[in-house]
């Protein structure tokens, strides 16, 4: 009878340890910038998925940005979708105030939009330059800088950086690695100013990810010839 009794005991304290890790955030406020597709859509489930409230923001894609939300909702969880262009400065602050608003507060920020245009530095136009900058670094700084005048002490800031920070290795991507190579000496340095205050800041430099974002010429690179501009656009 005593063996029975322990094994229940055991199986309930095994169910609530793993509901636990499960829902390690719960009670968590989660803002994933981009997240309306491909990596950025599948980090905004995980989140929810172990508990914690997610916001997302999206440039052009509603559509995808609302089936996330749905997905979410479906599994139990809470998600809002708002569209919030990187480098729109106004839009991205609001973005953090308006979860904020809604969840009550902001735990985690996962700096995920981004975008990229490769061509040969001598017919790179400043227009692409200041697109890449406007996208690529400075919503990501803006996003950073509002949510951390609201995060509290186990905040965490993610950047979704690249491999290209440290090795482009394909022609045409200088200036896209520039960009990402100052995300990794951001990350640095507010890792330092914010440590004080309790919270982490990292970087995830994920290499080629099969997503329907991936621009397949630039992973064939080996056969990549730029006598012409070679260039990619594509936003989240």
């Known amino acids: 009878m005593n063996d029975r009794f322990n094994e229940q005991e055991i199986k309930s304290k095994e169910k609530i340890m793993s509901?636990?890790?499960?829902k390690k955030l719960a009670g968590k406020v989660a803002l994933v910038t981009g997240g309306s597709r491909s990596i950025g859509a599948a980090i905004a489930k995980r989140l929810a998925t172990d508990g914690a409230a997610v916001a997302l923001t999206y440039s052009a894609s509603p559509g995808k940005a609302n089936e996330v939300v749905r997905s979410i909702e479906a599994a139990g969880g809470k998600a809002l979708a708002i569209k919030a262009d990187a480098a729109d400065t106004e839009a991205v602050r609001l973005a953090v105030a308006k979860t904020i608003g809604t969840f009550g507060a902001i735990d985690i920020l996962v700096n995920n939009?981004?975008?990229?245009?490769?061509?040969?530095?001598?017919?790179?136009?400043?227009?692409?330059?200041?697109?890449?900058?406007?996208?690529?670094?400075?919503?990501?700084?803006v996003a950073t800088q509002e949510a951390a005048r609201h995060l509290r002490e186990g905040g965490r800031i993610i950047h979704i950086g690249s491999t290209n920070s440290e090795r482009m290795p394909f022609v045409g991507g200088s200036v896209y690695a520039l960009?990402?190579?100052?995300?990794?000496g951001f990350t640095k340095g507010l890792a330092r100013d914010l440590g004080p205050r309790g919270i982490t800041v990292n970087n995830v430099q994920p290499g080629p990810i099969d997503t329907?974002?991936?621009?397949?010429?630039?992973?064939?690179?080996?056969?990549?010839?730029?006598s012409e501009s070679l260039s990619w656009r594509q936003q989240i």
């Open 212 to 226: 329907d974002m991936i621009f397949l010429p630039v992973l064939s690179f080996v056969d990549v010839r730029l």
């Open 19 to 22: 509901t636990n890790i499960t």
């Open 113 to 141: 939009a981004g975008t990229g245009i490769f061509a040969p530095i001598e017919q790179f136009s400043l227009e692409d330059f200041e697109k890449l900058i406007a996208i690529n670094v400075r919503g990501l700084f």
């Open 179 to 184: 960009t990402k190579g100052a995300v990794a």
